[in-house]
């Protein structure tokens, strides 16, 4: 990994500044009410995650779901806090950029381990890059490095056992460390380090001693976590969860929203009732939402992806592609039949999407290399200013809602 890393060190920096450029800009564009209002953001409770990434006095009860969120979060942000209000921003506003600089920061670590991974699957530095890039063009980008959310930190912890994998790391402290991390952003990421370790150690002793050192470590943390912020929610309190078990089951919907919307969302945005509040959902398109240039994208997209998660299962199985595709099973099932509409999630999972629709790029290798990466920057570049043209409908649809409201 070193060795790629500094053969790359150009591109590494680049892509890292792409990507945190754009979340930046994106974060500015993003309406501060709309941001505000609970679950109108495809069911996000956006005002919550910015009180327990920023205040150690909020209500952190939570964090059963986010075990160690805050206690890994507030160091970064608290200095950046101060560091805002002392050059005269309000409290309030202060808050969400110490919020917001943490995630595009995290935008940036994302597109540097897409593109490592990448390079590692058998794609060349210019496809790599490429790929960092139709990372960034998706939906699923633009529309949750926008603003502060868990998603997105989550998707590094998700990322790195995978690159451990990938580059045969076998330190125990680096294992220990990435299972830590990914058990302590979301409970379910836990699933991604326990398929890389077990992927890497088989079921020997050395995973069970990962897993056991694992929740050790962790409770040791949840102890301190407790003691310095006394309203975090202990982990693995799932009686409340059980409400978010879903009653009915759209199989078409799901699919849908968790492999097309993501990247490439045919229909609008639109807001729908569910539940107690009105929220922005990307539903099943009609004829009303056809588009061809649309469809014809996200009928590539599919065929791409498809086509990756073949070769990863059958032509040329490894397993970091084997590791990737459980892990994206894993997460479909997961969100078939658990929480609002798997776009809610979608951070988490599709940077594992993209690699995978990448590594569906090595079947054109030699004289067809020039189309596959011509292929890869224009659907990029396409995505990028479609995606974009919904997030604008998506602000706009919410600053009308919250116009009625009020």
Not at 91 to 112: L, N, T
Not at 188 to 212: C, D, H, M, Q, Y
Not at 380 to 386: C, F, H, P, T
Request: glycine fraction near 6%; hydrophobic fraction near 55%; aromatic fraction near 16%.
């Amino acid at each position: 990994m070193e060795r790629i890393a500094i053969k790359n060190q150009k591109e590494l920096i680049f892509g890292f500044l792409i990507a945190f450029i754009l979340s930046v800009f994106l974060f500015f564009l993003f309406p501060y009410a709309v941001r505000q209002e609970p679950n109108l953001w495809f069911g996000a409770d956006i005002g919550r995650v910015i009180s327990n990434m920023v205040d150690p006095l909020s209500n952190l009860y939570r964090l059963k779901v986010h075990p160690l969120f805050s206690l890994l979060i507030l160091p970064v942000t608290s200095p950046i806090f101060w560091l805002a209000k002392s050059i005269g921003l309000e409290i309030d506003m202060s808050r969400v950029i110490a919020a917001q600089v943490v995630v595009s920061i995290s935008a940036g670590i994302v597109w540097v381990l897409v593109y490592c991974l990448a390079i590692k699957i058998g794609l060349s530095r210019v496809v790599s890059f490429g790929v960092g890039l139709l990372f960034l063009s998706t939906s699923a980008f633009q529309f949750w490095w926008s603003t502060p959310e868990t998603y997105p930190l989550g998707a590094v912890t998700i990322l790195l056992p995978f690159l451990l994998l990938a580059f045969d790391i076998k330190s125990r402290k680096a294992w220990l460390t990435t299972s830590v991390g990914t058990l302590s952003i979301t409970t379910t990421n836990w699933i991604a380090s326990l398929i890389a370790s077990l992927t890497r150690f088989g079921p020997k002793k050395r995973f069970r001693e990962l897993t056991l050192n694992t929740f050790i470590v962790f409770i040791i943390l949840i102890c301190v976590q407790k003691s310095y912020f006394p309203s975090a929610g202990l982990p693995f309190q799932l009686g409340e969860e059980v409400n978010y078990i879903k009653k009915n089951t759209r199989p078409f919907e799901t699919f849908y929203q968790f492999f097309v919307a993501p990247v490439v969302p045919v229909s609008m945005p639109e807001i729908v009732r569910d539940g107690e509040y009105p929220q922005l959902e990307f539903l099943l398109p009609s004829w009303r939402d056809f588009s061809l240039i649309r469809f014809a994208l996200a009928l590539c997209w599919l065929l791409l992806l498809m086509n990756g998660i073949f070769l990863s299962l059958f032509r040329s199985a490894d397993s970091v592609g084997l590791a990737l595709v459980v892990f994206v099973a894993f997460e479909f099932i997961l969100h078939s039949i658990y929480g609002d509409t798997p776009f809610l999630y979608s951070a988490h999972y599709v940077p594992i999407l993209v690699l995978l629709a990448g590594k569906g790029l090595k079947c054109w290798e030699g004289k067809k290399r020039r189309y596959m990466v011509a292929f890869v920057y224009v659907l990029a570049s396409s995505l990028l200013i479609l995606n974009f043209i919904y997030l604008d409908k998506a602000f706009e649809l919410g600053r009308l809602y919250l116009a009625i409201k009020f």
